[in-house]
């Protein structure tokens, strides 16, 4: 899992380096407060208040989350309007949740494509705080039988998400790094939370 992590983000970290390097050549203060970003995050999934009734039509018994937690990987890109206001459009891949009991053994797959408008507070220097809603079509894998021998369902649609996070702002050069702290509420029965650090580019 770490080497296919660190082969997704090596060359945006790569790029990201020559991109804050060229800028220092070009200028000394380069940070700027509006334009388009991207970036990529590694962290955490975690299952909150998740049981699998969201996939199995009542079949799914006293099954539980026996493996609740898993990385999580993200890649973005957005527009910064002005210091304060940004929209983002994301790709999240949650990982792998695994479920067991009473004859079930399953694992769920997710990924979600969202849509985010993004409100910055700017607290000291290039710090500051954010929160974030918005909206994301996801798909879950399921893979694995119930103790009746029905086969997972998988689900799809759309869902709300959002989060809150903090944001440094490097001065001298035009990269940033977050940390965040996100749901996704895809399923009355199935909400997956993320803790997620990044790196960026606003260029």
Same mark, same amino acid.
């Given at each position: 899992?770490?080497?296919?992590?660190?082969?997704?983000?090596?060359?945006?970290?790569?790029?990201? *380096?020559?991109?804050?390097? !060229?800028?220092? @050549?070009?200028?000394?203060n380069t940070a700027t407060s509006e334009? &388009? #970003?991207? =970036?990529?995050?590694?962290?955490?999934?975690?299952?909150?208040?998740?049981?699998?009734?969201?996939?199995?039509?009542?079949?799914?018994?006293?099954?539980?989350?026996?493996?609740?937690?898993?990385?999580?990987?993200?890649?973005?890109?957005?527009?910064?309007?002005?210091?304060?206001?940004?929209?983002?459009?994301?790709?999240?891949?949650?990982?792998?949740?695994?479920?067991?009991?009473?004859? *079930?053994?399953?694992?769920? !797959?997710?990924? @979600?494509?969202?849509?985010?408008?993004?409100?910055?507070?700017? &607290? #000291?220097? =290039?710090?500051?705080?954010?929160?974030?809603?918005?909206?994301?079509?996801?798909?879950?894998?399921?893979?694995?039988?119930?103790?009746?021998?029905?086969?997972?369902?998988?689900?799809?649609?759309?869902?709300?998400?959002?989060?809150?996070?903090?944001?440094?702002?490097?001065?001298?050069?035009?990269?940033?790094?977050?940390?965040?702290?996100?749901?996704?509420?895809?399923?009355s029965n199935y909400k997956l939370d993320?803790?997620?650090?990044?790196?960026?580019?606003?260029?």
């Open positions: 899992m770490m080497n296919r992590i660190a082969l997704m983000t090596a060359p945006i970290l790569i790029g990201s *380096a020559f991109v804050a390097t !060229s800028a220092m @050549a070009a200028d000394t334009g &388009i #970003y991207s =970036g990529v995050g590694v962290g955490e999934t975690r299952v909150h208040d998740g049981n699998l009734h969201a996939f199995s039509n009542d079949n799914a018994g006293t099954a539980s989350f026996s493996d609740d937690d898993d990385t999580a990987q993200n890649a973005f890109v957005g527009y910064k309007y002005n210091p304060y206001f940004s929209t983002e459009l994301s790709f999240t891949d949650l990982g792998d949740i695994e479920a067991q009991g009473n004859g *079930a053994d399953a694992t769920l !797959s997710t990924k @979600a494509y969202g849509l985010s408008a993004i409100g910055e507070v700017p &607290i #000291y220097g =290039g710090l500051s705080g954010y929160g974030r809603v918005g909206y994301a079509y996801f798909k879950t894998d399921g893979n694995g039988n119930y103790a009746n021998g029905d086969s997972v369902d998988n689900e799809y649609g759309g869902a709300p998400m959002y989060g809150l996070g903090a944001k440094y702002q490097f001065s001298d050069v035009p990269v940033f790094v977050r940390a965040e702290y996100t749901r996704y509420q895809l399923d993320t803790a997620m650090g990044s790196v960026g580019v606003q260029f």
